[in-house]
């Protein structure tokens, strides 16, 4: 029997479950190119900030886990750049490949539509390393089967783990 997922919006009281799914993309993965895994309160801020204007959803298991979460951010502060959004996602190891992503984007994607986004975009790293021990391109993939496309390419932009990783907007 496949996981059921329940969903809705995050609140800063959920900083701390939150970070315990982000915290091993930090420590053990180029996915973020944030070194330092960041306090309570700092992500504590940042998903106030993000609540402001845009939408913060967690994914939650039957016994009340929380599985993953995506959100948006500004693509960019400019004014004539508002009806766009960069989006994020974080899912739980156990719980990857089980339809959970593709669910946190359809809701976001439905959301933002309604506050009149219409141009959505993933900033993602990548690597050309065979069995990188940091980083596959199971991202990319993911963002593919959602109906992005790669435009553009920023290559070897991020330092972490003492090798350089690229950078693809999708």
């Not at 029997?1 to 799914?21: G, N, P």
């Not at 993953?68 to 959004?85: D, I, L, N, T, V």
């Not at 993939?141 to 959602?146: A, D, G, I, R, T």
């Amino acid at each position: 029997m496949s996981e059921q997922f329940t969903f809705r919006a995050v609140q800063e009281s959920d900083a701390e479950a939150l970070l315990a799914v982000y915290a091993p993309y930090v420590a053990n993965t180029a996915v973020t190119f944030e070194y330092d895994i960041p306090s309570i309160e700092e992500f504590r801020n940042r998903i106030g900030s993000t609540l402001l204007k845009f939408p913060y959803i967690a994914a939650f298991t039957e016994s009340g886990e929380i599985a993953g979460y995506a959100y948006a951010s500004a693509f960019h502060p400019r004014k004539a750049y508002e009806h766009c959004a960069e989006l994020s996602i974080y899912i739980s190891g156990k719980y990857h490949r089980k339809g959970l992503g593709r669910q946190l984007y359809a809701m976001l994607e439905k959301t933002l539509s309604t506050q009149g986004i219409v141009n959505l975009y993933a900033c993602i790293a990548v690597t050309n390393r065979p069995n990188d021990k940091y980083l596959t391109n199971a991202s990319p993939l993911f963002h593919e089967h959602c109906g992005f496309r790669t435009i553009g390419v920023f290559k070897d932009c991020g330092y972490k783990f003492n090798k350089w990783y690229s950078m693809i907007w999708m």
